[in-house]
């Protein structure tokens, strides 16, 4: 017998194929795998297996959304710069330690190590990446002291100091400075500039951080420093004391050059953003402006104290040589 052989051409395509289409599905006869594609994995020859894949789904970031990231917790016991520890070391601070890079043998940390032996304070060399993780804002210069917390003063200690000098009290009081760097920046000032004390308040006010003992060049060694929890109580008892209060305000009544302020003073330097607060503001005998003709209607607090602090320096200067 002969073989029929069958003329009708039969397409492979699967498409072409009037069978259900189940490709996609586990269990298929075709040998095609379409691992390739998203969606789908290849877990063997003859197989396809198809992954349920969720939609995704956008977050926005906004300020309640976003991961809180601890902030590093500000250490008051360390000071670091080559100049704020000489100036520690010159005065009664206690040291517990200096910690000094490894090879750093240069310049005035020669300064440091002949104090430090004086003294007899231990010194430690360490790798500089220790010194960098210790720091709080990476300016040790390659050496940092280990210390007590600063003590902070209280504000009869203040005016009894100014008596012991014969002088009538000149203070710095502070309402919620909250930049370190203007607030040692403040410090120095008023260091220089003959201040007796400066009165900060508990509450958002920056204190003596390692930051702020770097700007102040080690001024802070020099200056009582009192901390109280609201300033309005202490601002009567000053007034109390026969000290006048003057307030550096852009709406100040007087340009600070013409009130006079060789007397006894406290000058009260606002916040950085917001100003003297409304009820101490009303708490100041005088407010007082400095003359600006700019552009620009505001200076920074630590400048803004400081060419207040000069004009007052100047009339004492002047009212000692009449």
């Known amino acids: 017998m002969k073989k029929e052989v069958s003329t009708k051409w039969e397409s492979k395509n699967p498409r072409d194929s009037k069978e259900k289409d189940t490709r996609g599905f586990k269990g298929t006869s075709s040998s095609r795998v379409r691992g390739d594609k998203p969606g789908y994995v ?12 969720k939609p995704r789904v956008e977050v926005k970031v906004t300020a309640e959304t976003k991961p809180k990231i601890e902030d590093k917790p500000i250490r008051e016991d ?21 910690l000094v890079a490894k090879g750093d043998t240069e310049g005035s940390i020669n300064v440091v190590l002949g104090l430090a032996k004086e003294k007899g304070i231990v010194v430690k060399e360490v790798d500089r990446k220790k010194l960098d993780q210790m720091s709080d804002f990476g300016a040790h210069q390659g050496v940092l002291a280990v210390v007590t917390p600063y003590n902070y003063y209280e504000v009869n200690e203040i005016l009894e100091y100014a008596k012991e000098k014969g002088e009538k009290p000149f203070i710095i009081v ?25 009165i900060i308040t508990k509450r958002r006010n920056v204190g003596v951080t390692p930051v702020v003992y770097k700007t102040s060049a080690g001024a802070v060694e020099h200056m009582k420093i009192a901390k109280v929890t609201n300033i309005n109580p202490v601002i009567d008892e000053l007034k109390a004391a026969g000290i006048w209060v003057y307030g550096a305000d852009m709406a100040g009544g ?24 409304k009820l101490t503001k009303e708490k100041c005998d005088v407010l007082i402006k400095i003359p600006m003709v700019g552009q620009i209607t505001s200076l920074n ?7 207040i602090m000069y004009e007052i320096l100047k009339q004492k200067i002047g ?3 009449k």
């Open 254 to 277: 007087n340009y600070c050059f013409n009130e006079k302020l060789d007397g006894a003073i406290a000058l009260v330097i606002g916040s950085e953003g917001r100003g003297i607060s």
């Open 78 to 98: 360390l000071i670091e710069g080559r100049n704020a520890v000489i100036e520690a070391l010159k005065s009664d601070r206690t040291i517990e330690q200096i």
């Open 319 to 321: 009212s000692e040589v």
């Open 174 to 198: 502070l309402d919620e400075i909250e930049d370190p760097h203007n607030f040692g920046a403040i410090i120095r000032t008023a260091e220089v500039c003959g201040a007796h004390g400066i």
């Open 301 to 307: 607090a630590s400048v803004a104290a400081g060419i």
């Open 42 to 53: 290849k877990p063997g020859v003859g197989t396809r297996t198809r992954v349920e894949t």
